[in-house]
């Protein structure tokens, strides 16, 4: 039977962090669902009265990030009014890092959103990764940090959004049948190019799951067992000719997709974890 229940997560900030890790923590129970409230940019007193209005309506689980005392003192002891656990999520992280480096911490909000130059940088690999996106502007895949390659379906797009998140020109190249790649992709020499395959069947159920939802019904190709898995073979036989890594997305979230990447891409540029 799955449990319900309210999740107030509450920022001064974007409120990003505090999702995450809300998120990360609920993936760790069975069977419970989770009914997010984000209250962010929350930094005023009037703010913080709607946001206590929000907890009384729909009692949960609160947890926050907030630099300001005289606004945390103010959810702390309302949360307690209304009888609902309160939890600053990082605290006990900022104590340790206090102690641990001898320096007060500054208590700005948002100051992970900077506009300094990582902020640039990811800009910059969004645009990339727009611009490269499917295959797109193939003159200057050099200048990619990364370039993935695979069959239609296997979560190129979004990975790489997802690692131009942390800063890193992403580009994609489709693998196409009877279409040949793009002739700078076999001679590039700066980006680390990766390989990205799956399982015919869980491609095929992809596949159709993304034809049902653009109202595409019928027999194609694009999902006949038989020929998704020659597609899959044959992409393999590219990604074995070029020596390129390969990793299989089948059993992989974006997020983890991302992160084997970017252990090949550290690994490759002489960073130890």
Request: proline fraction near 6%; include cysteine; charged fraction near 25%.
């Amino acid at each position: 039977m799955t449990k319900d229940f309210h999740f107030h997560l509450v920022s001064d900030a974007t409120g990003e962090t505090i999702l995450s890790v809300a998120r990360a923590a609920v993936a760790q129970f069975e069977a419970v669902e989770a009914h997010e409230h984000v209250w962010s940019l929350v930094r005023s007193e009037r703010q913080l009265k709607r946001v206590l209005s929000g907890i009384e309506a729909n009692p949960g689980v609160v947890i926050y990030t907030m630099v300001d005392q005289a606004r945390r003192d103010q959810l702390s002891m309302g949360c307690q009014q209304i009888g609902v656990p309160c939890v600053p999520v990082l605290d006990p992280v900022l104590g340790v890092l206090s102690s641990y480096l001898g320096k007060p911490v500054k208590g700005t909000p948002g100051g992970q959103h900077a506009l300094d130059a990582e902020y640039f940088a990811r800009v910059d690999a969004m645009h990339f990764v727009l611009q490269h996106d499917d295959g797109q502007s193939p003159h200057d895949l050099n200048e990619a940090d990364i370039v993935v390659v695979g069959v239609s379906r296997t979560s190129k797009t979004p990975t790489c959004f997802y690692l131009a998140n942390r800063g890193l020109k992403a580009a994609n190249v489709p693998v196409v049948p009877g279409v040949a790649l793009p002739r700078e992709l076999e001679h590039l020499k700066r980006p680390l190019v990766v390989g990205l395959t799956q399982s015919p069947d869980r491609l095929v159920q992809v596949r159709r799951n993304r034809m049902t939802m653009l109202n595409q019904d019928g027999k194609t190709d694009y999902i006949d067992p038989n020929i998704v898995r020659d597609e899959i073979a044959h992409a393999r036989r590219l990604f074995k000719k070029h020596d390129w890594p390969v990793i299989d997305v089948t059993r992989r979230s974006i997020e983890e997709t991302a992160a084997a990447i970017l252990q090949l891409y550290d690994e490759r540029m002489g960073v130890m974890p």
